[in-house]
Nanobody, 129 residues
Framework: QVQLVESGGGLVQPGGSLRLSCTAS????????IGWFRQAPGKEREGGSC????????YYADSVKGRFTISRDKDKNSVYLQMNSLEPEDTAVYYC??????????????????????WGQGTQVTVSS
């Protein structure tokens, strides 16, 4: 079965850390750039971070820059999002996604050639005291 599965979400206090995982089955994640997105209740989905297919170039939205780190492990067919210094505003469902037609990742932008068209089911992150 071809799917992306996110895990690692949970409840954490402000200032705490979580590490999200995005693991692929049925296909090789290393062939694609990967994006992490999030959607808070009542808000539009926003992009958080992307990692390139080839050299690991990473993009971070201003809202997470300096606090989140994206990485990938091709042997484990997974991409990770290390989230530090979490704030209540980071509370959201977090999704990983693939743009199967290609994604251009630089340190200042993350642009799919068409769209991010393959998504995981999401994992809930709640930051609260």
């Amino acid at each position: 079965q071809v799917q992306l599965v996110e895990s690692g979400g949970g409840l954490v206090q402000p200032g705490g850390s979580l590490r999200l995982s995005c693991t692929a089955s049925g296909f090789t994640l290393g062939y694609y750039a990967i994006g992490w997105f999030r959607q808070a209740p009542g808000k539009e989905r926003e992009g958080g971070s992307c990692i390139s297919r080839r050299d690991g170039t990473a993009y971070y939205a201003d809202s997470v820059k300096g606090r989140f780190t994206i990485s990938r492990d091709k042997d484990k067919n997974s991409v990770y999002l290390q989230m530090n210094s979490l704030e209540p505003e980071d509370t959201a469902v977090y999704y990983c996604a693939v743009g199967t037609q290609g994604v251009v990742v630089s340190t200042t932008s993350c642009r799919p050639l068409r769209t991010f068209d393959f998504w995981g089911q999401g994992t809930q992150v709640t930051v609260s005291s």
